[in-house]
Each structure stands twice: as C-alpha cells, then as structure tokens.
C-alpha cells in the first residue's frame, strides 16, 4: 500500500460524515480541507493500535484522524506521489444538497435519502451527483461551443474564398471578350465548365510547379481527355493579386496576349489558386483543329 499512488474519490467518505454517517462507508481515501489527502486504508494498516481502538470503519478512522492523529503526527496517507483523481460518478451528498436546495426543502438532508433521489429523479432531471461531473459537463459545452465556432468561422472563410474566386474568374473572363472585342472578334468566346475544371486543377498544379508541364512530367494539355497541343492552349502567371494585375501582365506579353486575342479559339475557362502566399492564374483556349 505504501508503494502505491493513491487514487482519490472525492467527497464519498466526507458526504457521510456531514450527513451523519447515513451513507454505506466506503474505504476510498478523501481529501481534506487542507488539500492534503486522507486514505483509511492506509490509516488502519500503518496505525493498528488505532483499529484496536475505534475499528475499521472509514468515519471513525477520520475522526480519529481530525481529532487526535494529526495532533500525534500520524500521516493521513501513504507519503510518496499522491495522484488525486476526481470520480465524476461517485455521489457527493454534500454537493447535492448545496447545489440543489430545493431537494433537500422536499426531502431533507440525510445522505442516503438524496443519493436515492438522485439515482430516480435527478439524473434524468439533469442534476449532477458531485462538482466534478458538473465541470466535467460545462467543460463539454465550452469546447463544443468552442468547436462550433471554429466551424463557422472556417465556413464563412470558405465561403469568402469561394466567392472572390468566383468573382475574379468571370472578371477574366469578361475582360477576354471585352478584349477580344476591341479587337474586332464579334464571336463572343464560350465558357467552358470542363475548361474551368481543368484550368482549376492546372492552378493548384504550377502552385508547386511552375510549368507547362504538369507535376508528373506531362504536358499541360493532358489534363484534357484527347487534347493536344493543337487543340488547347494554357495561358497562366503567378503573383499577381487581383484581375486587373493579371490582365496588364498578360496584355504586356506579346506571347500571352496573341493567344488570348486568337480569333481561332472559341471556349475558355479559367482558373484562380491562393495558396495562402501567392495567387495563380490559368485560361485554357480551346480550338476544333
């Protein structure tokens, strides 16, 4: 006993003592108001002049304890590494009638009489049987609380995200037949949903290779089921914050800006990538060749 660390219940032994023993005596240690640690077990066997004395009963060990023990030195509780574990299921009577006064202005304060109405009405009632089951339980609120605003917080993030996307990508769009436009095209270029699928995918692609080539060592068109070269062009840059930066980079490079202007290519999409610290920017053209 004296090599074990000592798991302790509170409030088991102290609740029949304050309600006059009322309470079955359970040999579990308690803890003492002063913080320090009392186990009638340990009590008993390091103390048997005491047993001979007052018996083996938990409540009349304390008492001893409180009245004369601590006064003659005798240790509460085996000396080395007390662990004090709080038992969310144990019945703490002292709790309950402090905690539930109208019970006990019903039933009164014996012991055993309110562990009785704990086990029938309380639980289901949504009574708690001692303070650690209580703060267990507003511990459990606060952190689901907690979570839950966490999931909102990072939704309304997603949605934010989501929706400027949305946004600079039919910015680009619009500015690719506005362009196009002016440059005498009348043939409105098409919007592609498969083409915004895989200019998205290229997008998060050159954000860990900044290629033509794919991560895998293909060309970019692959990212088209029976696409080629001929057929698909991919226009892309990286840095650049907004639309308008994206569209003056592009419009600046002789290369970029033919193929955009290209009146051979009549679908589009478009894809747009943050990683968080950079922006990527792809417009896939496709053309029947």
Known sequence: ???MKL???VASIAAGLTFGGALEAQAAPVTLPDG???DPD???QMNPDVVITVGTEPEALY???????QKEGRAPA???DIVVVVDPTAFDATYYASRYPDVTATFGNDARVLQ???EYWGKSEGRFCNAAAEAQFVQAQAQAKQQEQKQATTQAQTDTQIAVKNAFIRDIYDRINGERKKAGIEDKMQWSDSLVAAADLRAKEIASYLSHERPDGSKYYTVIDGANANKLTEVYGQGQATPEEIWKYWMNDNGYRTNLLNEHFYKVGVGYYNSGKSAYWVVLLWQNS
Not at 63 to 69: A, E, K, M
């Open 7 to 9: 798991a302790i219940a």
């Open 116 to 118: 009785w109405h704990y």
């Open 36 to 38: 320090s640690v009392f």
């Open 78 to 80: 085996a000396p080395q």
């Open 1 to 3: 006993m004296a090599n």
């Open 42 to 44: 340990y009590y008993a």
């Open 63 to 69: 008492d001893h304890y409180v009245r004369y023990g």
